[in-house]
């Protein structure tokens, strides 16, 4: 028989969880462009300007440190949601930071997207508005709700 969430799972371990999971999602997508894959893109030239809005796409020892960015922000992620008597400073100051950097890049990446003039490619603006930055958005608010006491 398999445990439900209500048996022993706080709410704010799923969140957390959902933060987690988010971020490792993004460090795996950036781990597969610094490996040389360009997917979704046909090429470089076509990712940079879908994931980066404009062009050159960062090199790849700069990709691969986003990406261990990224795995860093989700186990800062899942081990700030876990219950715990007295969590470690530095903990609670890295969830502050990875929720205050996700909703930061969300909320100015929806505003600047949305101005008429942005330097960004048309591309890379509509999926800025629909995608990159409400997800940014919404993993900032869990990491934010998973870490708190």
Same mark, same amino acid.
């Given at each position: 028989?398999?445990?439900?969430? #209500?048996?022993? @799972?706080? *709410? #704010? /371990?799923?969140?957390?969880?959902? +933060? ?8 795996? $997508?950036?781990? !597969? ?14 990712? +940079?300007?879908?994931?980066?809005? #404009?062009?050159?796409? *960062?090199?790849?020892?700069? @990709? ?5 960015? $990224? ?18 400073? !530095?903990?609670?100051?890295?969830? &502050?930071?990875?929720?205050? @950097? ?7 990446? $929806?505003?600047?997207?949305? $101005?008429?003039?942005? &330097?960004?490619?048309? /591309? ?5 508005? #629909? ?19």
């Amino acid at each position: 028989m398999g445990m439900n969430i #209500r048996q022993g @799972t706080e *709410p #704010r /371990q799923v969140v957390g969880a959902i +933060a987690s999971a988010g971020l490792a999602a993004a460090a795996a $997508l950036h781990i !597969l462009w610094a490996s040389g894959s360009s997917w979704p893109a046909e090429d470089y030239d076509e990712l +940079a300007d879908l994931v980066v809005g #404009r062009g050159p796409f *960062p090199s790849r020892p700069l @990709t691969a440190i986003v990406a261990l960015s $990224l795995m860093g922000a989700s186990s800062i992620a899942v081990v700030a949601s876990r219950p715990a008597p007295s969590q470690a400073r !530095l903990v609670r100051l890295g969830v &502050k930071a990875v929720a205050g @950097t996700l909703l930061a890049r969300g909320i100015s990446g $929806l505003v600047w997207s949305s $101005l008429p003039r942005g &330097k960004a490619s048309p /591309q890379y603006r509509h999926w800025d508005r #629909r995608l990159y930055s409400p997800l940014c958005i919404v993993l900032g608010v869990c990491a934010a709700i998973g870490g708190r006491r």
